[in-house]
């Protein structure tokens, strides 16, 4: 399932010689005009358990965002009307992560219920 969501962002712009009438315009502005949009595409994995409950293995959100976008924000997004269940493991990229962790466009989270053997 691809999820897309919307907000504004800044983006960070840096004169070069090719667009130098441009950048000379951009840098007499004031920041406020400066406003663009920054988008993003995450792609979600469940695992075991939550991938059960929420019938689903993986999903894809795409949009934009206006603040920095954490793990547990790309859970809110993926799954409004479900709450983070408890004790919830978290990686990024396949390294262990937390839910506080910020997430980059291209980034995999996986979301996965505690692990135990036996």
Do not use: C, H
């Not at 840098?27 to 400066?34: D, F, G, H, K, V």
């Not at 993003?40 to 993986?58: D, G, V, W």
């Amino acid at each position: 399932m691809k999820i897309t969501y919307a907000g504004v962002g800044l983006k960070a712009m840096k004169p070069n010689n090719m667009n130098k009438s441009l950048n000379d315009s951009l840098l007499t502005q004031p920041a406020s005009q400066l406003e663009t949009q920054v988008t993003m595409t995450i792609k979600i994995r469940y695992f075991a358990s939550l991938k059960e409950s929420l019938e689903k293995s993986e999903d894809e959100i795409s949009g934009s965002e206006n603040a920095p976008l954490t793990a547990k924000k790309v859970w809110q997004i993926a799954n409004p009307k479900k709450q983070l269940p408890e004790n919830i493991l978290v990686a990024i990229n396949m390294d262990y992560a937390t839910l506080d962790d910020l997430v980059q466009d291209g980034d995999e989270v996986a979301f996965f219920p505690p692990v135990t053997g036996g």
